[in-house]
């Protein structure tokens, strides 16, 4: 291994970066980052969700020649990463329940060969006997610990099998642990640092501020039609609803059903292949929008959810930055909106309060009555949300406005008169003797004609339908936003009921004003990076790769952001690239991804630009290719003893027996030896009737893709067969230009 630090070094990791990820330069502590990974110096990271905190653990193991462990909490979540990281040459694998026996045995022997650079486990895995003695034989020396916010007792996702993993230090002599998390404040820092046991660790924090999310905190007055508009303002997109009840998620997911949206609930109350099946059809694009509890949304990669709606307040900052966090993580613009209402911070202390109850423990729920406190400030104050959530996690936020939140964009403003509407909420509650709750009040101040209201004689009190020209939703909210401010006071219990207090006094004698926020009608502004996210971009174009990339997914089995994220599709669909050289330029295309899918969008782009006489290869910036003797430090070996034996003229069945791996693997190698070398002719492994017959199926369709011809071969030609003539076809185009049989 080079020196860490050197100009190889920086080389060997710049050429990784083109070759798997088609990127150039590195984000803000990205190379700090990668630098503590290969020297093997204990560190913690942390990144905001799309900061780019997994490309700081993919990197080491390339450029230091290695293979590392990654400690990840969810199935899910490893298999959306090793799914991205194959379809860009890198390799990488998982093992998990959810795999056969004889693909665990591939993968252990792929491990013991040296050809992986990462292992996903999990922590449970991760400590078994059986796997802590097969870490020994492969002298795995670093390990990184994704999500490790869930070692702490101050975080939001507390697990206690991560504490175990300490015991790596314990077991392991002179190996390195790498902590990965996207929210953490300076205390659960601290607790990451000290449970893990981490030496001298580089403590590396990124901003936490997530500029291109547009945040928007509104008062909670119709729920489903507050979300039915803003889910219509993303119509086609990817949109993520949480609610706090699983009631309350299938009764919206009902709702935005019944109102031509493919929306379903998820919530941890459902049956486990029910659930699985709504997280699939979400990843895969089948569903625009999931309804659901915070049971959902960890294990989900999808890149390009453009909108998180909160129909109630999350419990804690971290929460709410970890939820909101899943949208944009492509980069690119996306808006959460907050409903709230202060009946949302009495019913979460009412559980905290229970469960102390129950579990005896003061200390746990005084810490999450801090948390929900801090939530609180947030949602009842017009402060720049992006500068709030900066000081939260304990940094500076230097621009005067964001320019992207709801009171930076000038949407909330408040209600006329609103020290006046004030004072006739709060003489209602004096009418009535503060005997009573929220519901009765609103109907008194509404004029409401109910069994109860005439029951109790409240008709013909002097505050009787003070309110009656405002809603019965607005109301309501306007009662909580009092509760919120401290001039009401709501006591638990079973039936909790309104009283005053000395600031409400102050109030009603005129010697305190009240401020009271309402939505502005059609106040909703684009953000400015929203504006420039689609400067130069062909819509029309966008919309065609992304149904391209759809199609490539379902042939493929693989969620459609594995083949291409929406950043990338909106550089093609500027660039609008004709050939490899200028498709190369495109940020999010490495070298194996050039090749394939790379064909099929600049088909598509010369087929678009042609219909629409458009201009092709523009807003070029050139990149070179990777350095070919550093784009992969150390070859696999049997890849390397297949291409020897292919050059040679050894079968595929003779290369399967002789490297160990199955008919699949081997063949892919072949393709690897067609397209490097280029032979005449591969009628070593193909016999000629089924090369012409697959090569005229191609050329009639005009496609490369391997399911739809092996629909139309009947099946009756095995799909390793169909993709080594595809490669050998396209080496027969001239140089640049694809085959006239690929499209």
Excluded at 293 to 298: L, N, P, R
Excluded at 340 to 352: C, P
Excluded at 474 to 489: G, K, S
Excluded at 582 to 597: A, F, I, N
Aim: hydrophobic letters at 40%.
């Amino acid at each position: 291994m080079t020196a860490p630090g050197t100009d190889m070094d920086v080389t060997r990791t710049i050429s990784a970066i083109q070759e798997y990820w088609g990127f150039d330069e590195l984000r803000p502590l990205q190379a700090e980052a990668i630098r503590a990974g290969v020297e093997q110096r204990d560190s913690l990271v942390v990144m905001p969700t799309g900061g780019g905190k997994s490309l700081c653990y993919q990197v080491p193991p390339v450029v230091a020649d290695r293979t590392d462990v990654v400690v990840s909490p969810l199935i899910s979540l490893m298999k959306d990463q090793v799914d991205g990281l194959r379809a860009s040459g890198y390799p990488a694998a998982a093992l998990n329940s959810a795999i056969s026996n004889d693909e665990q045995r591939d993968v252990i022997r792929d491990l013991q060969s040296g050809d992986l650079r990462l292992l996903f486990v999990s922590p449970e895995r991760l400590l078994m006997p059986g796997f802590l003695a097969l870490v020994h034989k492969t002298n795995i020396r670093a390990f990184a610990i994704d999500e490790a916010h869930c070692i702490s007792h101050w975080g939001h996702d507390f697990r206690p099998e991560y504490r175990r993993l300490r015991e790596l230090k314990e077991i392991f002599d002179g190996i390195s642990l790498h902590a990965f998390t996207a929210t953490a404040t300076p205390r659960v820092q601290r607790d990451i640092v000290e449970q893990l046991g981490l030496e001298n660790p580089n403590v590396l924090v990124g901003g936490a501020d997530r500029p291109n999310l547009t945040y928007r905190i509104l008062p909670r007055v119709d729920v489903q039609g507050q979300t039915l508009e803003v889910v219509r303002r993303h119509a086609g997109e990817a949109v993520i609803v949480y609610c706090i009840t699983r009631k309350e998620t299938e009764t919206l997911a009902s709702v935005l059903g019944a109102n031509g949206v493919r929306a379903a609930a998820y919530h941890a109350g459902m049956d486990a292949k029910k659930r699985r099946r709504t997280q699939e059809a979400f990843s895969i694009e089948n569903l625009d929008v999931v309804v659901a509890t915070v049971a959902f949304g960890m294990g989900i990669d999808r890149s390009n959810v453009r909108c998180v709606i909160h129909t109630g307040m999350p419990k804690s900052m971290e929460h709410y930055q970890q939820e909101t966090g899943r949208a944009g993580r492509d980069g690119l613009p996306a808006e959460c909106v907050l409903l709230y209402s202060a009946a949302d911070v009495l019913r979460w202390q009412g559980l905290v309060q229970r469960n102390e109850v129950e579990d005896g423990d003061a200390a746990a729920a005084a810490a999450q009555l801090e948390l929900l406190r801090h939530m609180q400030g947030l949602c009842s104050t017009l402060e720049c949300r992006h500068r709030a959530l900066s000081r939260y996690f304990g940094q500076p936020y230097e621009p005067e406005s964001c320019g992207a939140c709801d009171v930076c964009l000038d949407e909330v403003e408040p209600m006329p008169e609103s020290t006046t509407v004030a004072r006739k909420i709060l003489s209602c509650v004096a009418r009535l003797e503060q005997r009573f709750g929220v519901g009765q009040v609103v109907q008194v101040l509404r004029g409401a004609d109910t069994d109860t209201v005439r029951k109790w004689g409240h008709e013909h009190v002097s505050t009787y339908g003070l309110l009656r020209e405002l809603p019965e939703k607005t109301v309501t909210n306007l009662v909580y936003q009092l509760v919120d401010q401290n001039l009401l006071e709501r006591p638990g219990g079973d039936r909790p009921i309104l009283q005053l207090n000395e600031q409400s006094v102050e109030v009603l004698r005129g010697e305190r004003e009240v401020r009271l926020v309402e939505p502005k009608v059609g106040a909703v502004r684009r953000s400015q990076a929203e504006v420039e996210s689609m400067e130069g971009v062909d819509a029309g174009l966008f919309e065609r790769l992304r149904e391209l990339r759809r199609e490539l997914a379902r042939e493929r089995g693989v969620p459609p952001y594995v083949i291409f994220d929406d950043r990338t599709l909106r550089d093609i669909a500027r660039v609008r690239p004709t050939s490899p050289e200028t498709m190369r330029s495109v940020r999010g295309v490495g070298e194996k991804k050039l090749v394939d899918p790379g064909p099929a969008f600049l088909d598509a782009v010369r087929a678009h630009c042609a219909e629409h006489d458009l201009a092709t290869d523009v807003n070029v910036v050139a990149r070179p290719a990777p350095v070919a003797s550093g784009s992969r430090p150390r070859s696999n070996p049997a890849r390397d003893e297949a291409m020897r034996l292919f050059a040679g003229g050894a079968s595929l069945a003779d290369v399967t027996a002789a490297t160990g791996r199955t008919l699949r693997t081997v063949a892919g190698y072949l393709v690897d030896y067609v397209q490097a070398v280029r032979p005449e002719g591969v009628e070593e492994w193909v016999p000629e009737i089924e090369y012409d017959r697959v090569a005229k199926v191609a050329a009639d369709l005009g496609t490369d893709r391997l399911k739809p011809l092996f629909r139309a071969l009947d099946g009756e030609v095995s799909y390793e067969t169909i993709s080594v003539v595809l490669a050998h076809q396209a080496t027969l185009a001239p140089d640049g230009e694809p085959s006239e049989n690929l499209a």
